[in-house]
C-alpha cells in the first residue's frame, strides 16, 4: 500500500511529502500520526538542520482535514474517533509552532483548513502562484480551527475577520500580503528551491524568493476593514448593507448562504483567540468542535459541499435572527 505521508532525510533536511493524491491529500488520523512521528524523530537528531514539508501532486499541497471520515464519525455517534482525530491535529499544529529547527512549507497549489494548519505554523510559508490559501469553513458549518482563531486575529487590519467569515481564497502572493505566508516562488522555481533547501539549509530562502505583485484585494482594504472590525456579527451585516458598491452587497449574499449558527460560533472563537496565546486558543477550538461536529448543520455542510455537491444546504435554523445566543454560548462551556 503507498504510503500517506512520505518522511526520509534529504542531506541537511528532514524531507515531508504528502502522498495522498486521490484525496488531495486531505488528512486523515495516520497522515498526522506520520507527520507527528517525523518531526519528533528529527527534532535532536544533529545532521537535521531543517524540516521542509511539500506535496507530490501539484493540485494540492493539503486540501483539509477529512471531512467525509469526520461526518460518517459524527453520524455513528463515534466519539472516540472525533476526538482523537482533532486532539491530534491540534497538538501538531502547535508542534510546527513551537518546532526548534526551522520548518518550511512549499505550498503549491490547494491548502485550506487543516493544510493550513500544517503550513502556517512553521517558520516560513512558500506560497506559488499556483498556491490557493482559504478557510471555507462556514461554507461546511464547521469554524476555523487548526490554531487559526489565534492567528487570523492578528493578520493586518480586519483580514482576519473576513477570510474566517467568508472563506475568501488567496492566491500565492496574495496569501503573503495578507500574513499567511512568507516568501512567493514562483512554481517554476519550486523543484530547484527545494532542492537547495537540502544542499544548503534555509538560509536560500531569500534568494528564490520574488517580489510581490500588488496585493489584489487592496482597493477593498478600507471596505473590509470598516465591515469586519465590528464588534457582532449583527453589526457586521449592518455594516455591509450600508457599504457603497458591489462589496457590500455581494458579501452579505455569500453569507447569506452560509450556516448561520456557524457565522456566529466562528466570529465568537476569534473573538476568544484574539486574547489568547496559540495553547488556550486550540483547547478552545478542540472544545468547541466536539459539539460542532455533532451540531445537524456540520453532517448538512458536508453533504450539501462535499457529498452530494448540489449546494443547497438546508440550515436549522434557516437565519442569523432565529438561532439562539444562549445556544452559542453554550459550545463554549467547559
Known amino acids: 500500500m503507498e504510503k500517506h505521508v512520505v518522511a526520509d532525510r534529504d542531506q541537511r533536511i528532514g524531507r515531508i511529502r504528502l502522498n495522498r493524491a486521490a484525496a488531495l491529500n486531505a488528512l486523515d488520523l495516520s497522515m498526522v500520526r506520520a507527520i507527528r512521528a517525523a518531526l519528533d524523530t528529527w527534532r535532536d537528531a544533529p545532521a537535521v538542520h531543517a524540516v521542509v514539508i511539500e506535496s507530490t501532486d501539484s493540485r494540492s499541497f493539503c486540501a483539509g482535514g477529512d471531512v467525509r471520515a469526520m461526518r460518517a464519525a459524527a453520524l455513528a455517534g463515534d466519539d472516540t474517533a472525533i476526538f482523537s482525530f482533532f486532539s491530534e491535529e491540534y497538538a501538531l499544529n502547535r508542534t510546527i509552532a513551537e518546532y526548534p529547527k526551522p520548518y518550511?512549507?512549499?505550498?503549491?497549489?490547494?491548502?485550506?483548513g487543516g493544510g493550513i494548519g500544517i503550513s502556517v505554523h512553521g517558520s516560513a510559508r512558500v506560497a506559488t502562484e499556483h498556491a490557493l490559501f482559504a478557510m471555507p469553513e462556514t461554507a461546511i458549518a464547521l469554524f476555523p480551527d487548526?490554531?487559526?482563531?489565534?492567528?487570523?486575529?492578528?493578520?493586518?487590519?480586519a483580514l482576519g475577520s473576513?477570510?474566517?467569515?467568508?472563506?475568501?481564497?488567496?492566491?500565492?502572493?496574495?496569501?503573503?500580503?495578507?500574513?499567511?505566508?512568507?516568501h512567493f516562488v514562483p512554481r517554476a522555481r519550486l523543484s530547484a528551491l527545494s532542492q537547495?533547501?537540502?544542499?544548503?539549509?534555509?538560509?536560500v530562502l531569500a534568494a528564490f524568493a520574488e517580489p510581490l505583485p500588488p496585493f489584489t484585494f487592496a482597493a477593498l482594504r478600507p471596505a473590509i476593514d470598516r465591515c469586519f472590525a465590528a464588534s457582532s456579527v449583527a453589526a457586521i451585516f449592518q455594516r455591509l448593507a450600508a457599504e457603497p458598491g458591489d462589496f457590500g452587497r455581494d458579501t452579505l449574499a455569500s453569507l447569506g448562504t452560509f450556516s448561520p449558527s456557524s457565522i456566529l460560533w466562528s466570529f465568537e472563537v476569534l473573538r476568544r483567540g484574539a486574547a489568547?496565546?496559540?495553547?488556550?486558543?486550540?483547547?478552545t477550538e478542540l472544545r468547541l468542535v466536539r459539539r460542532v461536529v455533532r451540531h445537524p448543520?456540520?453532517?448538512?455542510?458536508?453533504?450539501?459541499?462535499?457529498?452530494?455537491?448540489?449546494r443547497s444546504p438546508r440550515w436549522t435554523p434557516p437565519s442569523i435572527e432565529e438561532v439562539d445566543p444562549a445556544a452559542i454560548a453554550?459550545?463554549?462551556q467547559e
Open 196 to 203: 537547495a533547501l537540502a544542499e544548503d539549509g534555509a538560509g
Open 162 to 182: 473576513w477570510l474566517a467569515l467568508t472563506g475568501t481564497r488567496l492566491q500565492g502572493a496574495d496569501a503573503v500580503h495578507a500574513g499567511l505566508a512568507t
Open 276 to 283: 489568547s496565546t496559540l495553547g488556550e486558543a486550540l483547547a
Open 146 to 157: 487548526i490554531g487559526a482563531s489565534y492567528l487570523l486575529p492578528r493578520l493586518p487590519g
Open 297 to 310: 448543520d456540520f453532517a448538512e455542510g458536508v453533504r450539501a459541499m462535499v457529498l452530494d455537491k448540489d
Open 104 to 112: 518550511i512549507a512549499l505550498v503549491d497549489g490547494i491548502s485550506m
Open 330 to 332: 453554550a459550545m463554549f
